[in-house]
């Protein structure tokens, strides 16, 4: 974990070093090590190091090739870089260090722009070519590390960096919110567009690369996350998943600090934590509301049988109200999945014993782990026996009629995984959030327009297909990723993700849908796969995700008074009708609905543009 900050522009050097070592100053947590500075009279780049692979001084950043004709910043890891090391130094490189990050300099004299595509890791990185005098930025396959650009600017500067919050300290930076992205949040629940919150500042998206020179920005892609089934056994993907992720993990445990693992009741952190063995696993959770806010038990359970040592957290309410703004402050952008805060608190807990983690991420959207993917039996027969022709007026009908359970069943029959399904959060559907929202708001782009533009490009795949890669393209960037990377870099950690691998995602591309789900089971050959490492019973245990009880929280005065004083701030009456939106906290509060979600989404928008826009 690293951070970084780099922009181009016509000022002169001092002052471009003065002013990039401010912007430095905002990403510190991602780089607690050290810092380093490169400015010439076109850019300046800027560089927090966290030491993980090579500790020594020769490994710092900025980093130089031979003859200093070329200087790289760059965050992740890259977990062949030994392969390619022996490589390059047969075509007669020469490197100074032992680090990863080396290989990516001389790969990038060895083969160009083509360098991505050699690489299996986590990344962003910028290389600045001065011979060229052009910028080289690239992000990973998946988009485990984050990389923001814009040109929204005074003096015609063009900024880049790890965190949005360093591109404030620059005083050309333009801030200034993105009307169109909060109608979209609404229902998604993350920033889902290109355009992120700020307006003019993207994101670079995953599998990308961009390269910049004199004011021009061009950008392609260089990997798509495509699923293509190839027949085979059972059997056969069950023994290919087991080498495969073992390899993976092999990869990824490379370091030269302490190693630990994320650990919950799950089968994909448990599978992870039993073929990485560490000494510790770490573990947080919530005081039981109905017996599904807890797993930290289960947890330890599995760590006494592998022999770790577990370490464990509860947290309650005031602790999550109470840091709700920090984390939003972290997160650069408005994001209420609520799993973000206690892996805040889970990372905050880990950082006290390693400086790196593994987790479970991906396995879900490579392996079919959601039970949004799933097909009912009921809904099953129904959609075998009835055609489509019969159950799409059977379904429009429905949605006139007043919603119970047989109306939605007979809505979802008649559907089309395209109009249902926009990944794994849903929160406000649309017709609420332009009830709630204020006319300057509420013309962001629609749900449908959205997803459609992912959704054509595997148009003739089944249906579980389709939702993977939606998810693939937008959950997992937009939320999973995004919120583990800056809780994790919040408190100076590493956190690696085995299961998103581009080797990984070669495998469980070719896994036929029958393997991976049906109607009574999820990740079917995973699941198989991990038993001969962990015990039944956690292979096979329903897939509980990170529940937060904001919902009981909701109902309590304290907790109610608080949300309603934001509610009813002349801050929220620029955005909602504040009235809709008690409305819905009064019906929650009273037990007459469950608008947690709808809810606490508002909420989180509303501290974190007091975080961004009216404390700063």
């Not at 910049?212 to 027949?231: A, L, T």
């Not at 997160?331 to 987790?359: G, I, R, W």
């Amino acid at each position: 974990m690293c951070g970084f900050v780099g922009f181009a522009s016509n000022a002169n050097a001092e002052e471009k070093k003065n002013l990039v070592e401010t912007m430095m100053d905002t990403i510190t947590h991602r780089g607690p090590d050290s810092g380093g500075v490169f400015t010439d009279d076109k850019v300046a780049l800027g560089f927090r190091r966290l030491s993980i692979i090579d500790l020594t001084e020769e490994a710092d950043q900025p980093m130089y090739n031979e003859d200093n004709s070329c200087v790289l910043i760059f965050n992740g890891e890259i977990y062949n870089f030994q392969e390619l090391r022996e490589d390059l130094v047969e075509k007669g490189h020469q490197f100074v260090s032992h680090t990863d990050s080396e290989v990516l300099i001389h790969g990038y004299e060895e083969y160009g722009v083509n360098l991505v595509e050699k690489l299996r890791g986590m990344f962003a990185f910028a290389i600045y070519d001065k011979k060229e005098e052009s910028l080289f930025i690239a992000r990973d396959h998946f988009g485990i590390k984050p990389l923001y650009y814009t040109q929204n600017t005074t003096d015609n500067s063009f900024i880049f960096g790890s965190e949005i919050k360093s591109f404030l300290k620059h005083p050309g930076f333009i801030k200034e919110l993105n009307k169109d992205a909060l109608k979209p949040y609404l229902t998604f629940q993350y920033s889902v567009l290109d355009e992120t919150f700020f307006k003019g500042v993207f994101k670079l998206k995953p599998g990308h690369y961009m390269l910049y020179k004199k004011g021009s920005i061009q950008i392609n892609r260089y990997w798509d996350p495509m699923f293509d089934e190839s027949e085979n056994s059972f059997e056969h993907y069950v023994n290919e998943i087991k080498k495969t992720v073992e390899e993976s993990v092999k990869y990824h445990k490379i370091s030269d600090v302490k190693v630990g693992s994320f650990l919950s009741g799950g089968i994909d952190s448990s599978y992870i934590t039993s073929l990485l063995k560490p000494n510790k696993t770490f573990s947080v959770g919530f005081e039981d509301h109905e017996g599904i806010f807890n797993e930290t038990n289960l947890a330890k359970e599995l760590s006494d049988i592998l022999n770790i040592e577990n370490h464990k957290r509860i947290i309650d309410a005031d602790d999550c109200f109470d840091m709700l703004p920090t984390i939003q402050y972290h997160m650069d952008e408005p994001q209420s999945n609520p799993s973000s805060v206690p892996l805040y608190f889970l990372a905050q807990l880990a950082s006290e014993h390693v400086t790196v983690v593994l987790s479970g991420e991906g396995a879900d959207e490579l392996f079919g782990g959601y039970i949004w993917y799933q097909t009912s039996p009921n809904q099953e027969k129904y959609q075998k026996s009835v055609p489509y022709a019969i159950r799409r007026p059977l379904s429009l009908l429905a949605r006139k009629l007043p919603h119970n359970r047989i109306t939605e069943f007979l809505d979802k029959g008649g559907q089309k995984v395209e109009e249902r399904f926009i990944g794994q959060a849903k929160v406000f559907a649309e017709d609420d959030a332009l009830k709630v929202l204020k006319n300057d708001y509420k013309n962001g782009p629609s749900v449908q327009s959205i997803t459609e533009k992912v959704y054509e490009k595997v148009k003739n795949k089944d249906d579980v297909t389709k939702m993977q890669y939606l998810d693939m393209n937008l959950w997992l960037p937009g939320d999973i990723l995004l919120k583990a990377d800056k809780m994790s870099s919040a408190h100076s950690i590493e956190l690696r993700v085995p299961f998103l691998d581009k080797v990984v995602m070669s495998l469980a591309a070719q896994v036929p849908a029958q393997y991976k789900i049906n109607s009574k089971q999820t990740k079917i050959a995973l699941r198989q796969a991990a038993e001969e490492v962990i015990p039944s019973e956690w292979a096979n245990r329903t897939k509980v995700g990170f529940p937060v009880p904001i919902r009981f929280w909701l109902r309590e005065e304290k907790y109610y008074n608080k949300v309603k004083e934001m509610f009813e701030s002349d801050m929220a009456a620029e955005f909602f009708e504040t009235k809709e939106l008690v409305q819905f906290l009064d019906d929650h509060y009273n037990g007459k609905e469950n608008y947690a979600r709808y809810i606490w989404t508002v909420y989180v928008f509303l501290v974190w543009y007091k975080k961004f826009f009216k404390d700063c």
